[in-house]
């Protein structure tokens, strides 16, 4: 399920000063660069560090559960002008790099250079951290950043909708990190592959533009994700002459719905001509890896069905046939029913063909919607109890996601089939005013073996890191939330109820009902209401940005929100909840 889309309002909507931060919202806000904070404690957003009012391991500790022997930190937050920070990469011993969408536009974006005032593994790192954080990028003009890392010639790599580019960075006389103002382009067939200019792209027209990758452990390759245009593929199909259907989209010489590999040089120059279709047939990417075996393994997005529990999003091992093609995953003609895979009934598709060796079917099933975004293999330096494990972040939608897990490995980097996920970060919920909703994009291992996450809906970036883990139930004993629903609030919710039942309780169970009580409580309880901070809430950053329902639905059974409707919604439910 690939809800990589997670817009980021700034401030908190309360009251009048909520209508007001609305127009912002509506309107955009700058960015800047900014010189150091002062202490990690003044940078909240949204997390509650003075219900702990704790250092873990540098960095004020929040709230949240993780699992025995550690604790989560803050490093950085809406108080740095993050917005949507996607991923990260270790430049130094003290420089911390991080792709942030800014919020969506063709050519909006950024990459920030994030300054610790310690080296993270110095004996007295436990004592706290102060951060100065630049915008390495101040015009904010790096399209769509997304994947990034750091390799060992020295270059900084970024994964952009159009290819993958690549900058130096360097410092000033007086110790001041620059970034390299013209990007050098390093993969740059995305042209052909995508079919559509940069400045004509948006979420409509391309719906899974946001370019990740991994290098092999030793710099040997590259692999991409190129993610598809659609859903579904549906309005993509061929026909041929016996009426057999076809996705247009995962067909020729460049397809999209693939893992693409490029060979590199020992200079780490791309070798020409080298770019090949790896594995085929593979909605979204973003969770890709490759372990020190040189196993590749893939966290997949599956298709956006209504259905809560289906279908299932995978982890699927790539690799190319016994005479070096690449093999076909599945998408859009079969998805992961558990242990089984299906056809999806939008192609016909028997399901013999979904079972026989035409598709590989998943390596191991994962919740249903929970949208695996990042993937590491962490050393467990620091973090023994991740030893042997795969560390996924689930950014989460509907019933399932927001947390953190890992699964047990082999020597190979093969995730146990039937193994349960641990739980390594969980109850990353918005109830009880203790955090918001969690949402963990990228994952990086730190030199020192902690790791750093990722969270664009709340525009966090958080440390796992040894130490003393929250009590999260004494938490919620003595912190209840006392903000109560009220019947006048219900009343006044009633027509907003009946409209997002029109336009949206096809696909939303939390929207679906006659009655407004029952329908404004399935908000509340699911995270897309959030009360005690209506920026988190995904019901309004969905209505602000995004055509609901998408385009990929049938206008005439699903007539998406006029803009009217857009206003009302976002502008009644500031008035009802802001506070």
């Given at each position: 399920?690939?809800r990589?889309?997670a817009f980021?309002?700034?401030g908190?909507?309360?009251?009048i000063?909520?209508?007001?931060l609305?127009i912002l919202?509506?309107?955009?806000?700058p960015?800047?660069v900014?010189a150091?904070?002062?202490s990690p404690?003044?940078?909240?957003?949204?997390y509650?560090?003075?219900?702990?009012?704790?250092?873990c391991?540098?960095?004020?500790?929040i709230?949240?559960?993780?699992?025995?022997?550690?604790?989560?930190?803050?490093?950085?937050?809406?108080?740095?002008?993050?917005?949507?920070?996607r991923y990260?990469a270790?430049?130094?011993?003290?420089t911390?790099?991080?792709?942030?969408?800014?919020?969506?536009?063709?050519?909006?974006g950024?990459?920030?250079?994030?300054?610790?005032?310690?080296?993270?593994?110095?004996?007295a790192?436990?004592e706290?951290?102060?951060?100065?954080?630049?915008?390495?990028?101040?015009?904010?003009?790096?399209?769509?950043p997304?994947?990034?890392?750091v390799?060992?010639?020295?270059m900084?790599?970024i994964?952009?909708?159009?290819?993958?580019?690549?900058?130096?960075?360097?410092?000033?006389?007086?110790?001041?990190?620059?970034?390299?103002?013209?990007?050098?382009?390093?993969?740059?067939?995305?042209?052909?592959?995508?079919?559509?200019?940069?400045?004509?792209m948006?979420?409509?027209?391309?719906?899974h533009?946001?370019?990740?990758?991994?290098f092999s452990?030793?710099?040997?390759?590259?692999?991409?994700?190129?993610?598809?245009?659609t859903?579904?593929?549906?309005?993509?199909?061929s026909?041929d002459?016996?009426?057999?259907e076809?996705?247009?989209?995962?067909?020729?010489?460049?397809p999209?719905?693939?893992?693409?590999?490029?060979?590199?040089?020992?200079?780490m120059?791309l070798?020409?001509?080298?770019?090949?279709?790896?594995?085929?047939g593979?909605?979204?990417?973003?969770?890709?890896?490759?372990h020190?075996?040189?196993?590749?393994?893939?966290?997949?997005?599956?298709?956006d069905?209504?259905?809560s529990?289906?279908?299932?999003?995978?982890?699927?091992?790539?690799?190319l046939?016994?005479?070096?093609?690449?093999?076909?995953?599945?998408w859009?003609?079969?998805?992961?029913?558990?242990?089984?895979a299906?056809?999806f009934?939008?192609?016909?598709?028997?399901?013999a063909?979904c079972?026989?060796?035409?598709?590989?079917?998943?390596?191991?099933?994962?919740?249903?919607?929970?949208?695996p975004?990042?993937?590491?293999?962490?050393s467990?330096?620091?973090?023994p109890?991740?030893?042997?494990?795969?560390?996924?972040?689930?950014?989460?939608?509907?019933?399932?996601?927001h947390?953190?897990?890992a699964?047990?490995?082999?020597?190979?980097?093969?995730?146990?089939?039937?193994?349960?996920?641990?739980?390594?970060i969980s109850?990353?919920?918005?109830?009880?005013?203790?955090?918001?909703?969690?949402?963990p994009?990228?994952?990086?291992?730190?030199?020192?073996?902690?790791?750093?996450?990722?969270?664009d809906?709340?525009?966090?970036?958080l440390?796992?890191?040894?130490?003393?883990?929250?009590?999260?139930?004494?938490?919620?004993a003595?912190?209840?939330?006392t903000?109560?629903?009220?019947e006048?609030?219900?009343?006044?919710?009633a027509?907003?109820?009946?409209?997002?039942?029109?336009?949206?309780?096809?696909?939303?169970?939390?929207?679906?009902?006659?009655?407004?009580?029952?329908?404004?409580?399935?908000?509340?309880?699911?995270g897309?209401?959030n009360l005690?901070?209506?920026?988190?809430?995904?019901?309004?950053t969905?209505?602000?940005?995004?055509?609901?329902?998408?385009?990929?639905?049938?206008?005439?059974?699903?007539?998406?929100?006029?803009?009217?409707?857009?206003?009302?919604?976002?502008?009644?439910?500031?008035?009802?909840?802001?506070?």
């Amino acid at each position: 399920m690939s809800r990589i889309f997670a817009f980021q309002c700034s401030g908190r909507l309360r009251g009048i000063k909520g209508i007001f931060l609305l127009i912002l919202l509506l309107t955009g806000l700058p960015h800047s660069v900014l010189a150091a904070e002062p202490s990690p404690l003044a940078a909240t957003s949204g997390y509650n560090t003075a219900l702990i009012n704790k250092n873990c391991d540098g960095f004020a500790q929040i709230p949240i559960t993780s699992i025995q022997g550690t604790c989560v930190g803050l490093v950085a937050a809406k108080s740095h002008h993050l917005k949507q920070p996607r991923y990260a990469a270790q430049f130094d011993g003290k420089t911390l790099l991080v792709t942030d969408m800014l919020g969506w536009g063709a050519d909006n974006g950024t990459v920030w250079a994030i300054e610790f005032s310690k080296k993270m593994d110095e004996p007295a790192a436990n004592e706290s951290q102060s951060i100065k954080i630049t915008n390495l990028f101040s015009k904010n003009n790096v399209p769509n950043p997304a994947g990034i890392a750091v390799a060992p010639n020295g270059m900084v790599y970024i994964g952009l909708p159009t290819g993958i580019m690549k900058f130096k960075l360097q410092r000033g006389d007086n110790g001041e990190i620059k970034a390299d103002p013209e990007l050098e382009v390093f993969i740059n067939d995305f042209d052909q592959v995508r079919k559509f200019a940069r400045s004509l792209m948006a979420i409509e027209d391309y719906a899974h533009p946001m370019t990740s990758f991994s290098f092999s452990p030793d710099y040997r390759f590259i692999y991409v994700n190129v993610g598809s245009q659609t859903d579904s593929c549906v309005k993509h199909k061929s026909v041929d002459q016996d009426g057999k259907e076809s996705c247009d989209e995962n067909s020729g010489e460049l397809p999209l719905s693939s893992v693409r590999r490029y060979a590199l040089d020992a200079q780490m120059n791309l070798i020409a001509d080298s770019g090949i279709t790896f594995a085929n047939g593979l909605r979204n990417s973003m969770a890709l890896t490759v372990h020190p075996s040189g196993l590749v393994v893939q966290g997949e997005n599956a298709i956006d069905l209504p259905d809560s529990e289906l279908p299932s999003e995978e982890i699927n091992i790539l690799q190319l046939s016994p005479d070096n093609k690449a093999q076909h995953y599945g998408w859009p003609y079969c998805y992961n029913d558990g242990d089984k895979a299906v056809p999806f009934a939008e192609f016909k598709t028997g399901k013999a063909e979904c079972e026989n060796a035409a598709f590989i079917p998943a390596y191991r099933a994962l919740p249903a919607h929970s949208a695996p975004l990042g993937m590491i293999y962490p050393s467990s330096k620091k973090l023994p109890m991740l030893a042997n494990t795969l560390l996924i972040g689930l950014h989460g939608y509907a019933a399932y996601g927001h947390k953190i897990v890992a699964l047990p490995v082999d020597a190979s980097g093969k995730p146990d089939k039937t193994a349960p996920p641990v739980e390594v970060i969980s109850n990353w919920s918005s109830a009880n005013n203790l955090n918001p909703l969690g949402a963990p994009t990228g994952l990086l291992e730190w030199s020192d073996g902690s790791i750093i996450i990722m969270d664009d809906k709340n525009g966090a970036i958080l440390r796992l890191s040894l130490g003393e883990r929250v009590n999260k139930i004494d938490l919620i004993a003595a912190n209840a939330d006392t903000f109560k629903v009220s019947e006048a609030m219900v009343q006044k919710f009633a027509p907003i109820s009946r409209l997002l039942k029109t336009k949206c309780g096809a696909c939303h169970a939390e929207m679906a009902d006659d009655q407004p009580q029952v329908n404004l409580k399935a908000l509340i309880d699911s995270g897309k209401l959030n009360l005690s901070g209506l920026e988190e809430s995904s019901l309004l950053t969905k209505v602000r940005y995004r055509q609901m329902p998408p385009k990929t639905s049938d206008p005439k059974q699903f007539p998406p929100l006029t803009a009217e409707e857009r206003k009302l919604v976002l502008t009644e439910i500031v008035k009802l909840f802001g506070r």
